[in-house]
Each structure stands twice: as C-alpha cells, then as structure tokens.
C-alpha cells in the first residue's frame, strides 16, 4: 500500500509560478516510478509529467513541456511539480500517481495509486 498526499496548489495569474509536492507513505519510495496527471474543468484527466525512480529519466506532456519540471526526493519520499510560466488553460485539478515499476507512463492505468488531488486555478 501506498498513501499519497498533494500540496502546494492554490490561485496564481497567468505567468506566475506555483510549485506541488506529493508526499508518500507506505511502499520504499525509490522502488517505484511516479507521475502527475491532472483534469481540467469539465474534461477528462490527462497525463502531465512522469519520472523514474531513479530520477534519470522524465517525460513531459507536449503541453508543459519547457515550463514544467518534475523532481523527486527520495530521501524525503516526496515528488515535485515544479510549474512556472502558468497559463489559463493550466487550470485543473492535479494528482500524483504511484506506478510500480522503473519507468513512469503516459498510460493512467498503468499506475498503482493515487492522491487526492490539489487545485491550481490561473487566472488571466
């Protein structure tokens, strides 16, 4: 079992910056590949950005790609999305996901578990 727990969204302009944390208990945090999806008002839940376990490899949706970061800190089992150049369109609830495996995935399932959500809303 593996427990999850974003934070750290919240209301920001278009153009500012927030930074999500997913804290995970449970499970050795290093055995397990993560990802961030999220779903925006009235659309299904889409990918947002996957990492390894070992942190080497990372994937980005073409959408995020060069303003969104994903990191991890074993040491800390925490995984990071870090957003910066936010768009109105960026609004969307935004969960982290545990996949047991090496890589992450684009693919919601292939993953094994899920947080709660937090909320970024952008305004214009």
């Known amino acids: 079992q593996v427990q999850l727990v974003e934070s750290g969204g919240g209301l920001v302009q278009a153009g500012g910056s927030l930074r999500l944390s997913c804290a995970a208990s449970?499970?050795?945090?290093?055995?397990?590949?993560m990802g961030w999806f999220r779903q925006p008002p009235g659309k299904e839940r889409e990918f947002v950005a996957a990492i390894s376990r070992s942190a080497i490899n990372t994937d980005y949706a073409d959408s995020v790609k060069g303003r969104f970061t994903i990191s991890r800190d074993n040491a800390k089992k925490t995984v990071y999305l870090q957003m910066n150049s936010l768009k109105p369109e960026d609004t969307a609830v935004y969960y982290c996901a545990v996949r047991l495996n090496y890589y992450g995935s684009r693919r919601q399932g292939d993953y094994d578990y899920w947080g709660q959500g937090t909320q970024v809303t952008v305004s214009s």
């Open positions: 449970g499970r050795t945090f290093s055995s397990y590949a």
